[in-house]
């Protein structure tokens, strides 16, 4: 899984906001983590959804599986959610029946509370991406890297009305064993890609749709952005893709917890 993190200076805008909120928890982050280190109204929650409660502890390993089966892939959209494009992603998944994971950072699910509850009131599950999207925390304290998940699943959890991220993706693909094992013990299981797009790129939707097409069998997860920049692109690939995929015997599913 390679790392990436290139021209996405869009993030350099909202990282004081992030530096901001994360220093206001850092108390409750640095307790969370000492722990168990090694809103509006509730949206109906769907058998796809975890509701808030204690988290149970899973896997640290980094998955890429789908539940779906052999012939199941995973769809998962990162950066979000974002006012222009998320209801766009979500249309189009609900136009084809198509169930995905919302990789979502805290700064983005802070701002837009109602956008994390229609993802969950859709049967899409939800996924900590961390506060500010820093690719290099991999390269930072322990204690940063505890904070950046920690916060961010506790921002997430209170814009979506009550409902848990199942899974830590690290920006950028920047884990660490640490991150990984915070992660694990709030109940969020490490998930990686095996398609990366590129979409963040704006390499075009062809290329975007001949990435996935070329890649699939490389593994099922496959990784999109709804923010983080214009996504027309994203948009128009998904609109050709989802459809692909089924009339290529594909089914849809979510990374095995």
Known sequence: ?????????????????????????????????????????????????????????????????SDAGPRGVNITIDDGPDARWTPEVLDL????????????TGVQAQTHPDLVKDIVAAGHRLCDHSVSHDTAMDRKSEAYQSQEILDAERMITKASGGVR??????PGGA???HSRQVAASRGMRPLGWNVDTKDFEQPGADAIVATVQRELSNGPTILFH???????????????VLPWL???GYSFGFPVR
Do not use: N
Request: charged share 20%; aromatic share 6%; glycine share 14%.
């Open 1 to 65: 899984m390679a790392r990436h993190g290139g021209g996405r200076g869009w993030y350099g805008k909202v990282a004081g906001a992030a530096l901001g909120v994360t220093m206001l928890a850092v108390g409750a982050s640095v307790y969370t983590a000492q722990a168990d280190v090694v809103g509006g109204a509730t949206p109906q929650a769907s058998a796809h959804a975890e509701p808030g409660g204690e988290a149970r502890r899973v896997s640290a390993a980094i998955v890429h599986a």
């Open 93 to 104: 998944l609900r136009e084809h029946e198509v169930k995905a994971t919302f990789c979502l």
């Open 165 to 170: 991220p199942l899974y830590y993706r690290a």
């Open 175 to 177: 884990f660490t064993p």
């Open 226 to 240: 709804d923010a983080g920049g214009d996504r027309e692109q994203t948009v128009e690939a998904l609109r050709r």
């Open 246 to 248: 089924k009339e290529e």
